[in-house]
């Protein structure tokens, strides 16, 4: 496993890392031995970097991750808080990060996290002194060792960056959300900020395993959030139309190197991207998570497929998208 570093956090991390959204909400039922097989794969793979959140389940998955780093002390954690309480600005202060951050720490039962990002919070959060002057507080008095943020779109992004201390910035980059490359990436690049990639499969779109007739459980945000009923629909198939993403991935389904899946291609032109420290693709199962990791190990890809990735962004997804995030 290739590993990157990421000089605001003055460590490295695995390039591949593991999104643990599933192992707590929102995709369908994941039953806890599934869950710990999940991470255990990841890790067995070569997996350090591991990105849960407090809301995701109401803390089961922060509390699964907790218990499986019981056995793997040295893995990297981040999580995320925020979400969990009505979305204004106004509850973004320091005493509410310290209840959450206690209530973090508990599930994860860890004195001090490695890692604390703003989960995807109003766009004025990102552009306020006292809450940096908050996060900067929790540093100092050892609840966390270091804070990022999660962003929906680029300006959020690139107004955390211009911040001295925040050390990531985690946003949605897949072949069907080109955006970053723009800004964000280089920007990052400069600050010594890392970037962490989710939604890198698009919801499962970029697996390549979906057709039109393909439904989703009732509990799948899949169902119940493609036009953003719950949350940002971004977060859901990255915010294209399902039957748009659909013909994307056929096209995208010819660039794809004998002896690679779909996913794999779609993660490894995610690595390609100068200045991206690691993508988190979720898993249901530990097969899946193995096979997730197997794309660090790949060539980068060749220019020709690049360009049709490319090509297939500005003639499908690009109106549809680039303008909104």
């Excluded at 003055?10 to 192992?23: D, F, H, I, T």
């Excluded at 206690?102 to 109003?122: A, E, F, I, K």
């Excluded at 955390?160 to 072949?175: F, G, K």
Aim: aromatic share 8%; net charge negative.
């Amino acid at each position: 496993m290739e590993n990157r570093k990421i000089t605001r956090l003055g460590r490295e991390v695995s390039v591949v890392g593991l999104g643990c959204w599933q192992l707590g909400a929102d995709w369908g039922e994941v039953d806890e031995n599934d869950a710990l097989a999940v991470l255990h794969a990841a890790a067995d793979a070569g997996v350090t970097f591991f990105d849960t959140a407090d809301v995701y389940g109401d803390g089961r998955s922060e509390r699964l991750v907790g218990r499986f780093r019981a056995d793997h002390p040295d893995v990297f954690v981040a999580t995320k808080m925020g979400r969990r309480v009505e979305q204004v600005p106004e509850n973004y202060v320091a005493a509410n990060f310290r209840e959450w951050n206690d209530r973090s720490r508990r599930n994860l039962g860890m004195d001090t996290l490695d890692l604390v990002q703003l989960h995807c919070p109003p766009t004025a959060v990102y552009s306020t002194d006292a809450v940096y002057d908050a996060l900067d507080a929790m540093v100092d008095e050892g609840r966390i060792k270091a804070y990022g943020v999660s962003v929906e779109t680029c300006d959020e992004a690139l107004a955390a960056l211009a911040r001295p201390n925040v050390a990531s910035v985690q946003i949605i980059l897949n072949c069907l959300r080109l955006k970053p490359l723009e800004r964000v990436l280089p920007a990052a690049s400069d600050a010594g900020a890392g970037i962490i990639a989710r939604v890198p499969l698009a919801s499962g779109l970029l697996s390549g395993r979906y057709t039109a007739s393909t439904t989703f459980a009732a509990d799948d945000h899949r169902n119940f959030n493609r036009h953003g009923e719950a949350f940002d629909v971004g977060e859901t198939f990255a915010g294209v139309p399902y039957d748009v993403g659909l013909e994307a991935v056929e096209r995208l389904r010819g660039l794809v190197p004998e002896g690679q899946t779909l996913a794999q291609f779609a993660l490894r032109w995610i690595l390609d991207q100068p200045g991206l420290s690691t993508v988190i693709p979720g898993a249901r199962n530990a097969a899946q998570a193995t096979a997730n990791t197997a794309a660090a190990a790949l060539a980068p890809l060749p220019e020709e497929a690049a360009a049709g990735v490319r090509a297939t962004y500005e003639e499908l997804i690009r109106p549809l998208v680039h303008d909104r995030w």
